[in-house]
């Protein structure tokens, strides 16, 4: 019945509501989200495919504030974004474990127990059981459909996959202990990619796992630079994207001398996904590329608003152990080799205070889940 509603009569209802509200009503059916989702685009409330960046508000804080406009709500506890799929948020609490959470339309989706203990506090010598040792959680889809399935690095970043529903974690290689930097569901198999620069593709079927090489590293290591991997989907490619960071030592106030990395270059290698093998990328032509540990996506530029350069990667920092660590964001364009960072002052890093939490990025009221 109220799928029948005429469209000009519910965009004439839409324009009286504020955001949170707007999201609501496109919850209603399927005919309501499609006249929403038009909507939001034509009035330029938000861009459909551009993330946001979510940054602390609270310095040398480890729990986050959830305030949910929709039920005048707010609930802070120890937690962390620990991933996110499109206006989906997988949260890690001590309390409760790991579950994904709608902060809009305040759905929350538990998950299976954690196949370990996590303590009451994260200085516990037990450091890798820790919350903020829960790395990364990846979802296949969004965890309204019946095919989900997730994958989590945690600790020293072991992997583990389950499937929506399941009772526990299956922990993949429990005894090899090879240590995982990012993974991404791509063509209905897990890839991941170790710290050695090895993406491994995993098979979920009748209960087995199968595993295969797919990419035997070059020589990418660089003296005087350490690297973060991330692997990307970008328009039916599959990319491994290599962070070079230098690191520098630095003084601030009466502080100790500490250490810091600035991001100095990106390489982008395309992974031949049904043979061993790779092809290294010097441009993005007219895709723009998001680089976080939470959210990794690629758009095309035309997609998004004109101030967005294309063949560039706008990157974040990952969350860092400690607070107080310095963070590092920018952008970076394939086009010249040159970066930005978003600073704030020379010692500060970027566009947070020195000691918050560091940002992510993050699709929120994405209708296209």
Same mark, same amino acid.
């Given at each position: 019945?109220w799928?029948?509603?005429?469209?000009?009569?519910?965009?004439?209802?839409?324009?009286?509501?504020?955001?949170?509200?707007?999201?609501?009503?496109?919850?209603?059916?399927?005919?309501?989200?499609?006249?929403?989702?038009?909507?939001?685009?034509?009035?330029?409330?938000?861009?459909?495919?551009?993330?946001?960046?979510?940054?602390?508000?609270?310095?040398?804080? +480890?729990?986050?504030?959830?305030?949910?406009?929709?039920?005048?709500?707010?609930?802070?506890?120890?937690?962390?974004?620990? @991933?996110?799929?499109?206006?989906?948020?997988?949260? =890690?609490?001590?309390?409760?474990?790991?579950?994904?959470?709608?902060?809009?339309?305040?759905?929350?989706?538990?998950?299976?127990?954690?196949?370990?203990?996590?303590?009451?506090?994260?200085?516990?010598?037990?450091?890798?059981?820790?919350?903020?040792?829960?790395?990364?959680?990846?979802? =296949? =889809?969004?965890?309204?459909?019946?095919? /989900?399935?997730?994958?989590?690095?945690?600790? $020293?970043?072991?992997?583990?996959?389950?499937?929506?529903?399941?009772?526990?974690?299956? !922990?993949?290689?429990?005894?090899?202990?090879?240590?995982? $930097?990012?993974?991404?569901?791509?063509?209905?198999?897990?890839?991941? !990619?170790?710290?050695?620069?090895?993406v491994?593709?995993?098979?979920?079927?009748?209960?087995?796992?199968?595993? &295969?090489?797919?990419?035997?590293?070059?020589?990418?290591?660089?003296?005087?630079?350490?690297?973060?991997?991330?692997?990307?989907?970008?328009?039916?490619?599959?990319l491994?994207?290599?962070r070079? &960071?230098?690191?520098?030592?630095?003084?601030?106030?009466?502080?100790? &001398?500490?250490? &810091?990395?600035?991001? =100095?270059?990106? +390489?982008?290698? +395309?992974?031949?996904?049904?043979?061993?093998? /790779?092809?290294?990328?010097?441009?993005?032509?007219?895709?723009?590329?998001f680089?976080g540990?939470?959210?990794?996506t690629?758009? %095309?530029?035309?997609?998004?608003?004109?101030?967005? @350069?294309?063949d /560039?990667?706008?990157?974040?920092?990952?969350?860092?152990?400690?607070?107080?660590?310095?963070?590092d964001?920018?952008?970076?364009?394939? %086009?010249?080799?040159?970066?930005?960072?978003?600073?704030?002052?020379?010692?500060?890093?970027?566009?947070?205070?020195?000691?918050?939490? %560091?940002?992510?990025?993050?699709?929120?009221?994405?209708?296209?889940?």
């Open positions: 019945m799928a029948g509603i005429p469209r000009e009569i519910l965009e004439m209802i839409l324009v009286l509501l504020n955001l949170a509200e707007v999201a609501s009503v496109a919850s209603v059916c399927v005919q309501w989200r499609l006249i929403v989702t038009s909507f939001v685009s034509d009035l330029g409330l938000t861009v459909r495919h551009r993330p946001w960046l979510v940054l602390s508000d609270r310095p040398y804080d +480890q729990a986050i504030t959830l305030m949910n406009p929709l039920h005048r709500s707010t609930s802070s506890w120890a937690r962390r974004f620990c @991933g996110a799929f499109g206006d989906w948020l997988a949260i =890690s609490d001590r309390f409760d474990g790991v579950y994904l959470f709608h902060p809009i339309l305040h759905h929350h989706v538990q998950l299976p127990t954690l196949p370990f203990n996590i303590p009451n506090t994260f200085f516990e010598p037990s450091i890798y059981r820790s919350p903020l040792l829960i790395r990364k959680v990846i979802l =296949s =889809s969004p965890p309204t459909s019946t095919e /989900c399935m997730v994958a989590m690095i945690f600790g $020293d970043k072991e992997l583990a996959f389950c499937r929506l529903g399941d009772a526990s974690w299956l !922990v993949l290689e429990p005894k090899r202990k090879r240590r995982y $930097d990012d993974a991404v569901f791509y063509n209905g198999r897990l890839f991941a !990619v170790d710290i050695g620069f090895h491994w593709a995993f098979g979920f079927r009748s209960g087995q796992v199968e595993k &295969r090489l797919l990419f035997v590293p070059g020589l990418f290591w660089s003296r005087g630079l350490s690297s973060m991997r991330f692997l990307v989907e970008s328009m039916g490619q599959l491994m994207v290599v070079r &960071r230098r690191k520098v030592s630095m003084r601030r106030g009466m502080l100790r &001398r500490y250490v &810091r990395y600035n991001t =100095s270059s990106f +390489q982008v290698f +395309q992974i031949g996904v049904n043979r061993m093998g /790779c092809r290294q990328l010097f441009s993005l032509g007219n895709r723009v590329m680089l540990r939470a959210l990794s690629v758009v %095309a530029s035309d997609e998004i608003e004109e101030d967005f @350069g294309s /560039c990667i706008y990157f974040a920092e990952c969350e860092n152990l400690y607070p107080l660590d310095p963070k964001t920018g952008v970076f364009c394939m %086009a010249n080799r040159r970066g930005v960072r978003f600073n704030t002052d020379n010692d500060a890093g970027a566009v947070w205070r020195w000691g918050d939490r %560091a940002p992510l990025f993050f699709a929120m009221f994405n209708m296209d889940d």
